[in-house]
């Protein structure tokens, strides 16, 4: 069974930081571009990062830019978004997804072959 999960997030302090997990089961990270997005209450679903899956090739969106960092663990079949410096708008659910031979630009949710089912950060003033 093909399955994407999620995990590190929970309640942290403006200025801290949080590192996600991105676990990949079914099948092997080494052939998909990874994108995390997130999606605040109320707002539109945002894609903030991904890596490419053989350059290892990275894209950040403006508003993580300089503060989050994402990379991979092919032996263990995870990527990681390592988050400083967070800001309470930051609060929002953090999905990873999965796309075979995707091109590293702003991830696009539609594109995505697997989704995880999503990780709460709540980033508090």
């Known amino acids: 069974e093909v399955q994407l999960v999620e995990s590190g997030g929970g309640l942290v302090q403006a200025g801290g930081s949080l590192r996600l997990s991105c676990a990949a089961s079914?099948?092997?990270?080494?052939?998909?571009?990874i994108g995390w997005f997130r999606q605040a209450p109320g707002k539109e679903r945002e894609g903030v990062s991904c890596?490419?899956?053989?350059?290892?090739?990275?894209y950040y969106a403006d508003s993580v830019k300089g503060r989050f960092t994402i990379s991979s663990d092919n032996a263990k079949n995870t990527v990681y978004l390592q988050m400083n410096s967070l800001k309470p708008e930051d609060t929002a659910v953090y999905y990873c997804?999965?796309?075979?031979?995707?091109?590293?630009?702003?991830?696009?949710?539609?594109?995505?072959?697997?989704w995880g089912k999503g990780t709460l950060v709540t980033v508090s003033s």
């Open positions: 079914g099948f092997t990270l080494d052939a998909y571009t």
């Open positions: 890596i490419s899956s053989s350059e290892r090739s990275t």
């Open positions: 997804a999965a796309e075979r031979d995707g091109v590293v630009a702003p991830p696009v949710w539609d594109f995505m072959d697997y």
